[in-house]
């Protein structure tokens, strides 16, 4: 039996749900998974109907018990709000216990007494969740990019407020009509002023300042404006004027100051913005996020995904969950394991002892484009139309675009086929007496 990481949860709605549903089912996931059991779950209304599968004896109101419940060894703050779950962090951390939230409004506020209380406790507090949904963007900024001087950070930081301002865009949408159907997707805070009006990307956005910058960042010096004005009209002309309007969250080291000695001043703003069509985040569509760091020596990097709803969040929470249980296995093991080799971070250090079985390129299937040249004369298209059929391929398009040299140039668009299946085609293509030149082919991205 593998050692198990006891889990205590506060909060089974959209996220809580999401992450018990990953724990619940670890089959093809990372093998730490199966090490986490859920222990106890804290909710309002403990007869509400949930979609997973928890035994009912878990669940309880009692939240208080579970972050002073000796058993547990990682809280999992999914609550939202600030009251009572700041008190019940603050608990949880002075009772030894690690944390993980995905409460950017919590963090926001009270990093300061939240990370100085773990730190005086010897315990870590995770917060992936809280920016960018699923997008992995915190750690990165804490890990894989901390050689870096950061220059500027760029996001759509909120999916709800890009979700209806794509809508906008797309459909000519009603603004409460569109607000109302994010809430039922579940990517609306259950108050929707923090999306509508930038206060959650406001929150975002000076958590990842301060990681970046390396100092807290007072929110009530964040400018922050919402969506709430943006009309039909606005969206109209900024796309005659080749651009598109996203709400923009920035955070950036003042040019003039970074030169001198003086110390570091930031801008850190949220508002709508216009973003000319060629730009990467103009393309970032409906719920998605994305962030943009701007670094030196690194140059840019986009970050790129789901930014809210039940899955992307939890998988975040999840990715964080197993790195303090990494972090345990290691303590626990007394560093080294029972042969006498040191034990090291399972998440830093896989350890695979078998092969994938990786399917031929000529299992893929997917749609192909290719192009021939051949006489111009009668029967052609039809011959090669013939030939496709026989080997099991089926074409979407095949026109004659052109003439080179007296030749036709014939392209072809298969449906979604066997590669196999259009190589064997296309051998038996390239003998035809007709045919002159097949260059090959391309798969076309789905
Ligand atoms: P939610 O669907 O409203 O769920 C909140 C859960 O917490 C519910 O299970 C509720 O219990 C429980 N709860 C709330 N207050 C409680 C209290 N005082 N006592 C006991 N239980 C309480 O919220 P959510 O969307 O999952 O969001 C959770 C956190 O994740 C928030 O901080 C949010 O900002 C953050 N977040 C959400 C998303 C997203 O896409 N939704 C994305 C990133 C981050 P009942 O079920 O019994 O009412
Ligand atoms: N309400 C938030 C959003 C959830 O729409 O982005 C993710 O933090």
């Known amino acids: 039996m593998p050692v198990v990481f006891q889990i205590g949860l506060l909060g089974l709605g959209t996220v809580g749900t999401g992450t018990a549903n990953i724990i619940l089912n670890p089959e093809q996931r990372h093998p730490l998974v199966r090490e986490l059991n859920i222990a106890q779950v804290g909710v309002r209304s403990p007869d509400k109907a949930r979609s997973v599968d928890l035994p009912p004896e878990v669940v309880t109101t009692d939240l208080d018990g579970i972050v002073t419940n000796p058993d547990i060894d990682i809280v999992v703050e999914v609550m939202g709000g600030i009251e009572p779950a700041r008190s019940l962090v603050l608990k949880a951390i002075q009772h030894g216990k690690h944390v993980v939230t995905a409460n950017k409004a919590l963090i926001a506020r009270h990093s300061d007494e939240i990370f100085t209380a773990a730190e005086a406790a010897g315990v870590y507090v995770l917060l992936e969740a809280a920016v960018g949904g699923g997008i992995p963007v915190i750690e990165p900024l804490k890990q894989s990019l901390c050689a870096n001087r950061i220059d500027c950070i760029t996001g759509i930081l909120n999916g709800t407020t890009n979700y209806i301002l794509t809508r906008m865009q797309q459909e000519g949408g009603d603004f409460e009509e569109i607000l109302a159907d994010a809430q039922e997707l579940g990517y609306a805070e259950a108050d929707p002023t923090a999306d509508v009006d930038g206060f959650d990307a406001a929150d975002k956005i000076a958590i990842v300042a301060a990681l970046a910058y390396g100092g807290r960042i007072n929110l009530d010096e964040v400018y922050c404006e919402g969506i709430r004005q943006i009309t039909a009209t606005d969206i109209d002309y900024a ?46 569509n409906d719920v998605f996020n994305a962030i943009l760091v701007e670094g030196d020596p690194i140059g840019q990097v986009m970050f790129y995904g789901p930014g809210a709803g039940s899955g992307p969040t939890a998988s975040a929470v999840v990715s964080d969950i197993l790195n303090v249980a990494a972090l345990l296995k290691v303590e626990r093991s007394g560093s080294t394991k029972p042969d006498g080799t040191p034990m090291l971070d399972p998440l830093l250090a896989p350890s695979h002892q078998h092969y994938c079985s990786i399917r031929p390129i000529d299992d893929l299937e997917t749609r192909f484009y290719t192009r021939l040249l051949a006489k111009d004369e009668p029967g052609v298209i039809g011959t090669l139309g013939i030939c496709f059929g026989k080997n099991n391929v089926s074409l979407e398009s095949i026109v004659q675009i052109d003439k080179h040299n007296e030749q036709a140039e014939i392209v072809i668009v298969t449906h979604k086929v066997r590669e196999g299946n259009v190589r064997q085609a296309l051998k038996a293509i390239r003998d035809f007496d007709v045919v002159e030149y097949v260059p090959g082919i391309l798969r076309v991205l789905d």
């Open 239 to 284: 796309d005659r004027l080749g651009f598109v309007i996203k709400l923009l969250a920035t955070a950036r080291r003042d040019r003039q100051s970074s030169q001198s000695s003086q110390s570091d001043r930031l801008e850190v703003r949220v508002h709508p913005t216009l973003v000319p069509k060629e730009h990467p985040l103009a393309n970032v």
